[in-house]
């Protein structure tokens, strides 16, 4: 309703054509950002990534293809792989 009524709110002000497209868009990104996923924050990546080199014992760069895909796996889908791959070698360099 409160979309409406900024709809009759717009059509009714001296609002140029170009300013209510824009509100337009801006209300659709809201709407189809409502339905994608969360991406993880950095902070859980870290830990994530953290816990992840304990379990496997990695101590070096060479171990990198055994950490990243059980962190991808851990991350469901959520994480950002280039941020994780970041975070390990900032661990394991």
Same mark, same amino acid.
């Given at each position: 309703?409160?979309?409406?009524?900024?709809?009759?709110?717009?059509?009714?002000?001296?609002?140029?054509?170009?300013?209510?497209?824009?509100?337009?868009?801006? %209300?659709?990104?809201?709407? &189809?950002?409502?339905? &994608? #996923?969360?991406?993880?924050?950095? =902070?859980?990546? %870290?830990?994530i990534?953290?816990?992840?080199? =304990?379990?496997?014992?990695?101590?070096?760069?060479? =171990?990198?293809?055994?950490?990243? #895909?059980?962190?991808?796996? %851990?991350?469901e889908?959520?994480? =950002?792989?280039?941020?994780?791959?970041?975070?390990v %070698?900032?661990?394991?360099?």
């Amino acid at each position: 309703m409160k979309y409406m009524n900024k709809i009759l709110i717009l059509g009714q002000s001296s609002f140029l054509g170009s300013e209510f497209d824009n509100f337009i868009k801006n %209300r659709e990104i809201d709407i &189809l950002n409502s339905y &994608l #996923p969360q991406m993880i924050s950095e =902070d859980n990546i %870290r830990n994530i990534v953290q816990t992840v080199v =304990d379990e496997v014992g990695a101590v070096s760069m060479a =171990d990198l293809g055994k950490v990243m #895909p059980k962190v991808m796996e %851990r991350g469901e889908g959520l994480i =950002d792989g280039k941020t994780a791959q970041q975070f390990v %070698r900032e661990i394991l360099g």
